[in-house]
Structures are given as C-alpha cells and as structure tokens.
C-alpha cells in the first residue's frame, strides 16, 4: 500500500527512529503526535508521551528529519478510557494493562480513524517493538518482535485484519535497544539518549496513591482470610492489593502467603500457600482474533497472561464472544489481565481475564 504514511511520535527514540526508517525508505511521512493531558497539566503524567515537554521532543525529532508535524488532542479520550478505566479496576479488585487500553481505544481507535478520515492518511506507523506481515493467504499477521527483550506484541492483541492492513511496525525487526540508538545517532535525532519511558506512564510513583484519591472508597481494611474463612489478618483495602502479590498483604504468620482472590462485595483478601494455588480454569471476556475469528471452536495455543511472560500451554474453548481457557498447570491469575494466544511467534488473539464467580 503506496500514499502518505503518519508516525505517532511520542517523543522518545523508538518513535522517532520509527519515523526516520520510513522517511530513508522515500515513504511521504507526516509525524503525528498526541496530548494525552490537559495542556498546561501535567500532573497526571509527569513521563507520559503526551505531556508538553514529549511533545516538544517529538516536534524537534520530526524537525531533523525534515517532515511535517502536527499535534492532536486525545486528553478526554486517554482520560476516559485508559486512566479511569484503571482505576476503576484496581478499585475492583482487578489488575488492569493501560497499555492495553491505550493501544486499543487511543492509537489504534481515534488515532487511525482520524489519520485515515481525517487527514486522508494510508497508514499508520508506531514505535512498538512488534512486526506485521503478509501470509500466503493474504491475511496480515502479527508477530513478535526480533527483540524478544523488546517485544511489545503482548499489547497489540486486540488488533484486526481492518487495523494490521493499515499499520507498520518499522523497528520490529530491528536487532536491539543499540541498533535503535545507533540508528538515532546516525539521523542526529535528539531523542537518540533519551531514558526509557515506564509501563504506567500516568502515574506519579506508586499507583496506590492514584487509586487511592480516585477512590477513596477502595481503601477500606477488611479482613484477610484463609480459603477455610479462617481470618488472619487485616488488609488496608482491596484497591492497593492484586492477586499474586506476597508482601504488604497484612499478614505476618511466618508463611509465605499470596493473595489467590479478591472478593470486593465482602471486601475480603483470601490468601494461601503456593501448594493452594490449584486454578486451571478461567474465563476471558470480549477475545478478539487477529485473523478475525478463532482458529477453530476449540484450540490447542501458548497464552500469556502477564508483559513478557511466560508462555503456557492450554486450551481454549469459545463461548460466543466469550472464552474459557484451560491452562495445562496451575498458575495465579488475575482477574483484569489480558490472556494472549500464542502460535510460536504469530499472535493469535486474546481476551480480558474475568473475575471468578464466588
């Protein structure tokens, strides 16, 4: 596909080099970058790419290259559908993925709609460690970065075959951080020594504190317990706790506990050994297949349910638009996570982690 190519830029060198591949290449480039606060505000995203300060290291990146540049407004956009969506989940008692979020409601949703009937754009490019091909069949594929230690395709699961036909990932098959930096340096790009931007972007230091002046509420004690209801301890409230988590839990019995579960109607931490941890089955809400439907009712995959995890086998089985995933050992999963479906490389789909019924 031929025509003009826009690059989110968020201001950091992944992006920036992205951008500087296409336009070497002879690609008709624009780069496009995004506020994500109120302007003037930055307190809610003191590293956020969408703050003032990313945005003015995104316009001189796109100046030394020579390309246009424009600056869109998603504040209410990234507010509403990445930031409260986080908080409402921890206040849940679920373990949300904003890059998840962000990738799906602000670049993949407004940014590419805008870019295509807006502006007119063919493509769309982005700074993600991930790569996007062409089968045999016609069907865009989505890959794993060649920088497994980079690969951010985890994220990208939520993405179609109407999204990948119009999506490019130059520096996924790059091979490392150094290449990006030295590919930077060569371009004379200001972001070639920038620092690596963080996971939560939006958050100050520690999250609790966000959730905690969102949601007050959420910070209730409530007991810890046992999986026999045995209470033993108090915990500062459901919305600074997730399954999986071993200290600040509220209870000092010698053992090594772990949160198994969260119940947010009693406001109740249920806690145990490893040796408790016994659950196989889950179920996934709103899963999405990147071919547009799943490989068959049910299938044999790799999942992953955490950035950067581990792969484990399991089975999928579909129900409507809904999925139950057996994993082949047990393994403590968190209700809010996203479950992404693996074949070797290839993304398959994947779906939100449902909280279980109690």
Known sequence: MSGRVFVAMSGGVDSSVAAAILADRGEDVVGVWMRLVPAGSNADAPRCCGTDEAGEDARRAAAALGIPFYALDYADIFGEQ??????????????PNPCVSCNQHVKFDALLRDVVRKFGGARLATGHYARATTGADGRRRLLRARDAAKDQSYALYMLGQRELGRIEFPIGELRDKSETREIATRFGLPTAAKAESMDICFVPGDYRELVRERSPEAFVPGPVERADGTVVGTHA???GLTVGQRSGVGVATGERLYVLRLEPERGVAVVGTRNEIA??????????????????????????????????AATVTM???DANVDLG???LVAPGQAAVFYAGDEVVGGGVVARPAV
């Open 237 to 239: 409230g459901i919305g």
């Open 319 to 321: 129900r409507g638009n």
């Open 82 to 95: 990445v930031v409260d969506r986080f908080v409402n989940a921890y206040a849940g008692g679920e373990t």
């Open 329 to 331: 050992s047990p393994a």
């Open 279 to 312: 659950t196989t089955h889950h179920r996934l809400t709103d899963v999405r297949f990147v071919a547009g439907e799943p490989p068959s009712p049910e299938f044999a995959t790799s999942v992953v349910l955490r950035y950067r995890g581990i792969p484990l």
